[in-house]
């Protein structure tokens, strides 16, 4: 879906370095969410958010920071990388509760 | 908490083939998502379910919702190539909050 877009598409960090993933939408849907994909786990909840400055936790937070200062940003930053953090990451914005999730092209991680 | 069980994890069929993925539930789902990622692709939706014992028809894709809303069931009739991918299911029970079954992985085999 080109309304959703997530950069950068590819990246390799070290353990302990700080990595910010973006996100941005141009549907100006309220929801926004970030999940991590893993062999074996399907897609797990990072953070949600159901409006500008409304942020909450989901399934598996710890090591990771969320901010919504604006309704088309939603960023995702790991604090300080490791190893168990080497996944692909997907965002994804909804109109409204239950409705269909539009979801970007991915990110993927690698921490070495 | 929540939990969504899926199942089977991979499913290979000829091409031809039907094929069948089911996702159940412990509690009452107040509604059903389905979606499909193509490798190296990133999971796109194709329908909803809503209300008890509703089934849906996409083509050769048939969706059903149970009757007691804590399953439903994906089925694919004549699989082709084009249907490889995983195919997921997802739950919010009122919430903002989605819940993703772990997928079942489908290979066609021609």
């Known amino acids: 879906d080109a309304g959703i877009t997530q950069s950068p598409r590819y990246k390799i960090t070290e353990t302990g370095r700080q990595v910010t993933l973006m996100c941005h939408q141009t549907?100006?849907?309220?929801?926004m969410f970030w999940y991590r994909q893993d062999l074996g786990h399907g897609l797990r909840l990072i953070y949600y958010s159901a409006a500008a400055d409304i942020t909450d936790k989901g399934e598996v937070p710890d090591g990771y920071v969320v901010s919504r200062s604006k309704t088309e940003n939603f960023p995702l930053t790991l604090e300080s990388a490791t190893r168990s953090q080497t996944s692909v990451y997907f965002c994804?914005?909804?109109?409204?509760?239950?409705?269909?999730?539009?979801f970007g092209d991915g990110t993927r991680l690698s921490i070495l | 908490g929540q939990q969504v069980m899926q199942i089977p994890q991979y499913q290979h069929v000829q091409e031809g083939e039907d094929f069948t993925t089911y996702c159940n539930s412990s509690t009452t789902l107040s509604n059903i998502q389905w979606y499909k990622q193509r490798p190296g692709g990133h999971p796109v939706f194709l329908i909803q379910?809503?209300?008890?014992?509703e089934v849906k028809k996409q083509k050769r894709l048939t969706f059903q919702f149970g009757e007691a809303k804590k399953n439903s069931s994906l089925h694919i009739t004549a699989t082709q190539t084009t249907d490889v991918g995983t195919y997921f299911c997802a739950e919010t029970s009122g919430t903002y909050k989605y819940i993703f079954g772990t997928g079942t992985r489908l290979k066609v085999l021609a």
């Open positions: 994804a914005s909804a109109k409204g509760v239950n409705q269909p999730q539009h």
């Open positions: 379910l809503v209300k008890s014992g």
């Open positions: 549907w100006s849907h309220s929801y």
